[in-house]
Every structure is written in structure tokens, then in C-alpha cells.
């Protein structure tokens, strides 16, 4: 693709997105509009499938709502609300020692700088970056598996790395287009533009990619 077509293309799925699923963390954000409960979902969410995650999600926060509920639970009833998903016994302890730090550090408050996000224990360049984006609405560019493979897919960037993507985004992405990069990408990540054997037939984007390493579509 030219580097001019992301105009055109971002105006294009976000009509498309509309058919298709919303992902976990971005139903968070507009159901609770809560930068702890969007940070607390994303770790819960890491190689763990969508639909587990918004059941962990709703049964956690019934039993706590904020850094400070958070705490006074054991770790025994954070795994018991977030189970089954995956490696549920470390994100709890990561969950009860992220929540232990805000209180102590940050007052409570989930931070809304990235230097100060990554200080948090699990907290890596995706996570801080959805909750800059989705918590707070402050420009950002949170790069998963999705946005990464779908960026050199589309022959946008060229990189091997999510964290190599994210940089490669921050110097060429019109900043306009930060905050919904990733909720476009990913949904369409998921629905369509899948890993192996994409459906390029139903992609509405398909006239601008270059597809880039794909073998084999649908």
C-alpha cells in the first residue's frame, strides 16, 4: 500500500467494524469508562481468548471495584474469579501486587504516562498503551500480535517485532488515527484477516494491500 492509503483506509473499517465483534477490552472501556477496570482487563486478557475474559472480568469486578477493594482479597479469591484464563495463579499475584503499588505510589489512581505505567509489574508496552488510549483518551499506539501482522501484511511498515511496529507507527501513522488504530486492527484481526488463510475475499481493505507474506486466502 502507498502511505497516503491509510486515509482511505481508516474510514473504511471503521464502517466495517460496526459488523463485526468488539473486542473484551474495548467493551470495558465503553461500559465502565474506567482506566483501572481497562488495565485490570488487559492483563487478564493476555493469551487468553475474548470471550473468557469478559466473563473473568465481570466476576471480578462484583467482588471488587478498585485498587483498594482489590487488595483486601487473597489471591485464593482472585484466582477463583478469573478462572479459567490463562496462567490464572500468576496474573492474580500480578493483579494483587499492580493494585498494592497504586495504592502505595500513585494514591489509587492508575497513572496516565507510559514511563509510569511500565513501572507496574505485567505492565508492558500493549497494556500501558490501552490504557493511555482507552482510559484516558491521550494519543498512543497499542501494538498486539494483530496490529502487528496486519501493519506488514498490508505493507504499511516493515518490521519484526510488536515493539518495532509501535515506533515504526509513531513515525509515519497520521496522529489523528493513534487512539483507534489498534481497536480497528484488532477487530479486523479477528474477524477477517486472520493469521493463516485470511479471507481477502471479504476483506473491505483488500484493494489496498499488498499482502505481504500471505501464502494461502480465502
Request: proline share 6%; charged share 30%.
Amino acid at each position: 500500500m502507498r502511505d497516503e492509503d491509510i486515509h482511505n483506509i481508516i474510514p473504511i473499517l471503521r464502517d466495517a467494524v460496526r459488523y463485526w465483534k468488539t473486542p473484551i477490552v474495548t467493551r470495558v472501556a465503553v461500559e465502565y469508562k474506567d482506566p483501572f477496570f481497562i488495565l485490570i482487563s488487559t492483563i487478564l486478557s493476555l493469551r487468553t481468548k475474548d470471550d473468557v475474559t469478559a466473563k473473568a472480568s465481570q466476576r471480578l469486578f462484583a467482588i471488587a471495584k478498585s485498587p483498594e477493594e482489590m487488595m483486601r482479597l487473597d489471591v485464593k479469591e482472585i484466582e477463583e474469579a478469573i478462572y479459567p484464563v490463562g496462567f490464572y495463579h500468576n496474573k492474580a499475584r500480578t493483579i494483587k501486587e499492580v493494585c498494592k503499588t497504586l495504592v502505595e505510589r500513585y494514591n489509587g489512581r492508575v497513572p496516565d504516562d507510559l514511563d509510569e505505567l511500565l513501572k507496574l509489574k505485567g505492565v508492558g508496552r500493549k497494556t500501558a498503551n490501552l490504557v493511555i488510549t482507552l482510559g484516558y483518551n491521550k494519543p498512543g499506539i497499542c501494538v498486539d500480535t494483530h496490529v502487528h501482522r496486519i501493519s506488514n501484511r498490508l505493507g504499511y511498515v516493515r518490521t519484526r517485532t510488536p515493539e518495532e511496529t509501535e515506533f515504526a507507527l509513531r513515525e509515519k501513522l497520521p496522529r489523528e488515527y493513534w487512539i483507534e488504530y489498534n481497536d480497528l486492527l484488532v477487530t479486523l484481526g479477528q474477524a477477517i484477516c486472520q493469521p493463516v488463510s485470511p479471507k481477502c475475499s471479504r476483506c473491505p481493505i483488500s484493494e489496498y494491500c499488498d499482502r505481504v507474506g500471505v501464502k494461502h486466502s480465502r
